[in-house]
């Protein structure tokens, strides 16, 4: 039994740094089981439910594919329109009832919040898979253990991250959970879109250094990591203000000239425009990577939650 067994994964700064480290290395182990061609059996006679009211691929995918490489089995809602959410179920109900069915639930949502309303609802584990702009704790999990397989640690480097700070629920959650690291900021994004005053003030009461600017450029110049985002669309009032904003920020190959040496390109990926093809062969682009890793963390916390790591 860890800390995190019967707890619920809502947001990004519930965790300490033991925890992550725990995380992180039980992700390992995972990995090196799977590389190896071992079968595991860990979630054996375990059932996952995945509800997923929005979009996804990546989440969704990884998060099944974990409880089956873990000998679990999944059963799943992939769209809102599919389950009785549409027919004016509320989520209370939805969760009394999936907890009959299911050891541990998954859910992406779009309201912000809803993935704690969910777990209050329920004495199953629920893991936040992205509650509208709010977070998307499991993701800035795997880009934690991304920069530290990509950088071999994540103390004393300078992280930027660019584009749509205000929607995005995974840089809210980054800068959260790298905020308690040796770890210096950029937020570089269009002034409309500009990282939520009360998460840079936070972050500035915990003594984090952040630097703001609108200059992607010079955001390059300086970083160790750069982790791009799209500009959220499905977030916007005014589909105007989002044809504005929408290539705000376009990273290209020959961009990176003025880069350090070692240079890590993150994206929690979709990508829409934000980076070019041209940048893909480039040693430190690590978005596929990123994605991959996204597997044995979400291994490691089923199985932590549920008691059987
Ligand atoms: N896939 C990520 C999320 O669900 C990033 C994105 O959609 O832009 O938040």
């Known amino acids: 039994m860890s800390k995190l067994t019967h707890k619920d994964v809502l947001r990004a700064d519930q965790f300490s740094k033991s925890e992550i480290a725990l995380i992180v290395e039980i992700a390992r182990e995972y990995e090196q089981a799977l590389a190896a061609g071992r079968v595991l059996e860990v979630m054996k006679g375990q059932v996952l439910s ?9 989440t969704r995918l990884s998060f099944e594919a974990a409880m089956l490489r873990l000998g679990g089995s999944v059963i799943s809602v992939a769209e809102a329109k599919s389950s ?9 109900d939805t969760m009394k009832t999936v907890e009959g069915y299911a050891d ?7 309201q912000i919040g809803a993935a704690a309303e969910a777990a209050a ?20 999990l795997l880009d934690y253990y991304t920069i530290e397989k990509e950088r071999g640690t994540v103390e004393g ?15 809210h959650s980054l800068a959260e959970l790298l905020s308690s690291y040796d770890v210096r900021f950029v ?10 005053v009360d998460i840079v003030a936070r972050l500035k009461a915990r003594g984090v250094s952040i630097t703001e600017t609108e200059s992607l450029a010079d955001a390059i110049r300086t970083s160790d990591v750069l982790y791009m985002t799209r500009i959220q669309r499905e977030r916007f009032e005014d589909p ?16 990176l000239a003025g880069a350090k040496d070692g240079l890590t390109v993150m994206h929690p990926l979709p990508r829409v425009n934000e980076i070019a093809i041209d940048v893909d062969d480039y040693a430190g682009a ?5 994605a991959a890793n996204g597997l044995a963390i979400r291994m490691a916390l089923l199985a932590l939650v549920t008691g059987r790591a």
Request: net charge positive.
């Open 121 to 140: 609802a329920t004495y199953r584990p629920v893991l936040n898979a992205g509650d509208g702009a709010g977070q998307h704790p499991t993701q800035s």
């Open 240 to 255: 105007a203000e989002y044809d504005r904003l929408k290539d705000a920020y376009v990273l290209t190959r020959s961009m």
């Open 84 to 92: 009785s959410a549409a027919k004016g179920e509320s989520l209370y």
């Open 286 to 290: 690590a978005y596929f990577r990123q």
């Open 50 to 58: 995945t509800l997923f009211y929005e979009p996804s691929t990546r």
């Open 187 to 196: 937020f570089a994004s269009p002034a409309a879109l500009r990282m939520p």
């Open 104 to 110: 541990v639930i998954v859910l992406r949502h779009p």
């Open 157 to 171: 480097l300078i992280v930027t991250l660019a584009g749509d700070l205000k929607h995005g629920r995974t840089v």
